[in-house]
Nanobody, 117 residues
């Protein structure tokens, strides 16, 4: 059974940091490109960050460049999103996504991140 389980969300003050984790099972993790998306209330789901199969390549949305870092540990079948200098506009549900070469797409259930004083 394929599973992606996110954790690490919560309430943080502006300027603070959070580290999201996503643990995978049920598929060949190393073969998949991994992404973090987020969806704020009333808005579309947006791509935040991407990491290639072996972690050699990463990409970020302009809105998070220099503040967020995506990483993966293929041995642990996990992907992470380190979020620093958080802003209120980062408030959203964050989703982890795994996409295979054939187009197979897996999603986690999401974790809420709220940035507020």
């Amino acid at each position: 059974q394929v599973q992606l389980v996110e954790s690490g969300g919560g309430l943080v003050e502006p300027g603070g940091s959070l580290r999201l984790s996503c643990e995978a099972s049920g598929f060949t993790f190393v073969s998949y490109v991994l992404r973090w998306y987020r969806q704020a209330p009333g808005k579309e789901r947006d791509l935040v960050a991407t990491i290639s199969s072996y972690g050699r390549s990463t990409n970020y949305a302009d809105s998070v460049k220099g503040r967020f870092v995506i990483s993966r540990d293929n041995a642990k079948k996990a992907v992470y999103l380190q979020m620093n200098s958080l802003k209120p506009e980062d408030t959203a549900v964050y989703y982890c996504n795994a996409r295979g070469i054939s187009g197979t797409d897996y999603w986690g259930q999401g974790t809420q991140v709220t940035v507020s004083s």
